[in-house]
């Protein structure tokens, strides 16, 4: 009997310390509440949903981040967020063909940061003026690589880099010369 004890506390210390150093190679973000908190705009689309997988380039292990619900509600929430006060009549926002990538770099002599590049193509009606082209955006953050919180950084990533996002497409709007 106290062989068993001994060696599921042998078990136990071992799992804790494994996961403490970051062991895990899957990082869960959920992003649930954000996208539920977001205002319903059916004016505003990002395609693509369906991809719950962030890999973070840079890093040993490869890690990888699962955003739920998905990377494109995460972002398309934040766009709405961000651009419901601005709505007029007759303006449609369609975007599709999301690609992101996520990395960790560390320049010489300067400490460590993580870049997340996302590109989309996006059309834009605003009262029958359209616009379409394609959206490039990049947002860095400083990170700690033992162990990376990428469960914090890359929600905080894609916030900031749909901020971005959402900050070019409404330039984009208001250079249609149409007013609201």
Request: net charge positive; hydrophobic share 40%; glycine share 6%.
């Amino acid at each position: 009997m106290k062989y068993v004890v001994t060696k599921c506390a042998l078990v136990a210390t071992a799992a804790m310390m494994l996961s403490a150093c970051g062991g895990k190679t899957m990082i869960e973000s959920d992003m649930t509440r954000t996208v539920a908190a977001s205002p319903a705009s059916p004016w505003l689309t990002l395609e693509n949903k369906g991809d719950h997988v962030i890999s973070v380039g840079g890093l040993s292990g490869s890690p990888k981040v699962q955003v739920s619900p998905d990377i494109a509600s995460a972002i398309e929430a934040q766009l709405r967020t961000s651009l419901q006060p601005k709505y007029f009549t007759d303006l449609i926002i369609g975007c599709r063909g999301l690609q992101q990538t996520t990395a960790v770099h560390t320049p010489d002599g300067e400490p460590s940061v993580v870049t997340m590049d996302l590109t989309v193509n996006c059309r834009i009606v605003a009262r029958g003026v359209v616009v379409s082209k394609v959206y490039h955006v990049s947002k860095t953050a400083p990170v700690l690589t033992d162990p990376p919180r990428l469960d914090t950084i890359v929600p905080n990533l894609i916030t900031g880099a749909s901020t971005q996002l959402a900050d070019q497409l409404w330039a984009d709007v208001v250079a249609t010369g149409v007013r609201r």
